[in-house]
């Protein structure tokens, strides 16, 4: 057996300007993982007790995946499943009868909570890892071809996303990250004949390079109890962008300012100069959703950040509309502090800490 690890994600800075070219966002993989196991069996089988679907049987005939019940939260896997299956085809390498399970630990199965750590992208990189570890070929076990399957998977089930999510799952730590051209890779996926080129090609636009914060620099996380979900957010700001592109270009601008800002003090060490850059990266998100009618920036966000702010700096995490928002301090009694204020206003701070490691193999013998 084979066991897997995947860390979520959390956005930084450069929200919805990195789905664009050339723009870059900064994002980091937590201590919160998606967890896989898989061994060869002589049926293919699927374990996801996190969504109650257990004992599921699927088949695979000529790369696509056939599931024993219809359920659309098998997407995002039936993707990942035949993705990988045409890429060892491609390769020459005999398709092993397998039985995966994976696990989340990303939301809270408990209560129910879910937080917004990036589950879907962490579920396509274990189940894409998964698959290739179990076929002993250490070539394919490398990160950039994991995160290019993985990335392939992802967008030909959600038709949009920038891909960084999947980068801290599969890199992890703080990374810089410019998204590759989907449209570009939509149609090298419909048009090439060979998924095995598409990998091993440079992908256009692609930046994926590893950061190291100010040491000192404290990241801490906290939950506003709203939920949101990505892809109606994204399609919000298609939208608008297509009639007030003039406001569109004016946030991207200032959303590339505040990044390559924060870049800088990362690179330079310098604590007071990432505050700065964060506090830029709010006001250009916060503006944008004011001028697009687009709630980024929740009541709940806004308490969140106002109460960070006097302590350093804060701002939304992700597309906004509830879930996670973010703040740099500098000490651990500004934290305490911290925790307590936003508990006041019914903010549950989290646990969270950044993951070094991406992308884990374990082989239990």
Same mark, same amino acid.
């Given at each position: 057996?084979?066991?897997?690890?995947?860390?979520?994600?959390?956005?930084?800075?450069?929200?919805?300007? %990195?789905?664009?070219?050339?723009?870059?966002?900064?994002?980091?993989?937590?201590?919160?993982?998606?967890?896989?196991?898989?061994?060869?069996?002589?049926?293919?089988?699927? *374990?996801?007790?996190?969504?109650? /679907?257990?004992?599921?049987?699927?088949?695979?005939?000529?790369?696509?995946?056939?599931?024993?019940?219809?359920?659309?939260? /098998?997407?995002? /896997?039936?993707?990942?499943?035949?993705?990988?299956?045409?890429? $060892?085809?491609?390769?020459?390498?005999?398709?092993?009868?397998?039985?995966?399970?994976?696990?989340?630990?990303?939301?809270?199965?408990?209560?129910?909570?879910? +937080?917004?750590?990036?589950?879907?992208? &962490? =579920?396509?990189?274990?189940?894409?890892?998964?698959?290739?570890?179990?076929?002993?070929?250490?070539?394919?076990?490398?990160?950039?071809?994991? !995160?290019?399957?993985?990335?392939?998977?992802?967008?030909? @089930?959600?038709?949009?996303?920038?891909? &960084?999510?999947?980068?801290?799952?599969?890199?992890?730590?703080?990374?810089? +990250?410019?998204?590759?051209?989907?449209?570009? $890779? /939509?149609?090298?996926?419909?048009?090439?004949?060979?998924?095995?080129?598409?990998?091993?090609?440079?992908?256009?636009?692609?930046?994926?390079?590893?950061?190291?914060?100010?040491?000192?620099?404290?990241?801490? %996380?906290?939950?506003?109890?709203?939920?949101?979900? @990505?892809?109606?957010?994204?399609?919000?700001?298609?939208?608008?962008?297509?009639?007030?592109?003039? =406001?569109?270009?004016?946030?991207?601008?200032?959303?590339?300012?505040?990044?390559?800002?924060?870049?800088?003090?990362?690179?330079?060490?310098? *604590?007071?100069?990432?505050?700065?850059?964060?506090?830029?990266?709010?006001?250009?998100?916060?503006? !944008?959703?004011?001028?697009?009618?687009?709630?980024?920036?929740?009541?709940?966000?806004?308490?969140?950040?106002?109460?960070?702010?006097? +302590?350093?700096?804060?701002?939304?995490?992700?597309?906004?509309?509830?879930?996670?928002?973010?703040? !740099?301090?500098?000490?651990?009694?500004?934290?305490?502090?911290?925790?307590?204020?936003?508990?006041? &206003?019914?903010?549950?701070?989290?646990?969270?800490?950044?993951?070094?490691?991406?992308?884990?193999?374990?082989? $239990?013998?």
């Amino acid at each position: 057996m084979i066991n897997i690890k995947v860390p979520g994600k959390l956005m930084i800075a450069g929200e919805y300007a %990195v789905l664009e070219k050339n723009q870059k966002c900064i994002v980091a993989a937590i201590n919160r993982y998606v967890e896989g196991s898989i061994e060869p069996s002589i049926k293919n089988q699927l *374990f996801l007790p996190d969504l109650k /679907l257990e004992d599921i049987f699927f088949e695979i005939k000529n790369e696509n995946v056939e599931f024993s019940i219809e359920d659309l939260r /098998l997407s995002f /896997l039936r993707n990942s499943i035949s993705v990988v299956v045409r890429f $060892l085809k491609e390769n020459s390498i005999e398709l092993i009868p397998f039985k995966l399970s994976i696990k989340s630990q990303l939301d809270d199965a408990s209560s129910g909570k879910k +937080y917004g750590l990036g589950s879907s992208a &962490a =579920i396509v990189v274990a189940a894409v890892s998964s698959i290739l570890a179990l076929h002993n070929k250490d070539e394919f076990l490398n990160h950039d071809t994991i !995160f290019k399957l993985s990335a392939i998977a992802h967008l030909k @089930t959600q038709g949009n996303g920038s891909g &960084a999510d999947i980068a801290a799952g599969v890199y992890g730590g703080w990374l810089e +990250y410019s998204a590759f051209n989907s449209e570009w $890779l /939509l149609r090298e996926i419909e048009n090439s004949d060979k998924l095995k080129d598409i990998v091993e090609s440079p992908w256009r636009n692609l930046i994926i390079r590893k950061l190291t914060p100010p040491s000192e620099l404290k990241l801490v %996380v906290g939950w506003t109890k709203e939920t949101a979900s @990505t892809s109606p957010m994204i399609r919000k700001v298609d939208n608008f962008k297509k009639e007030n592109p003039h =406001i569109y270009k004016e946030f991207l601008k200032e959303s590339s300012v505040s990044v390559d800002n924060l870049i800088k003090a990362f690179d330079d060490n310098s *604590f007071e100069d990432s505050i700065s850059a964060l506090s830029e990266n709010r006001k250009a998100l916060k503006s !944008f959703g004011e001028k697009a009618c687009i709630p980024i920036e929740t009541k709940k966000l806004t308490d969140l950040c106002s109460i960070g702010e006097q +302590y350093g700096s804060a701002k939304s995490s992700g597309a906004g509309g509830g879930d996670c928002g973010i703040a !740099f301090l500098k000490d651990d009694y500004e934290k305490q502090e911290l925790y307590r204020e936003w508990e006041k &206003a019914d903010i549950e701070p989290l646990d969270l800490e950044i993951s070094e490691s991406g992308v884990s193999f374990k082989i $239990l013998t």
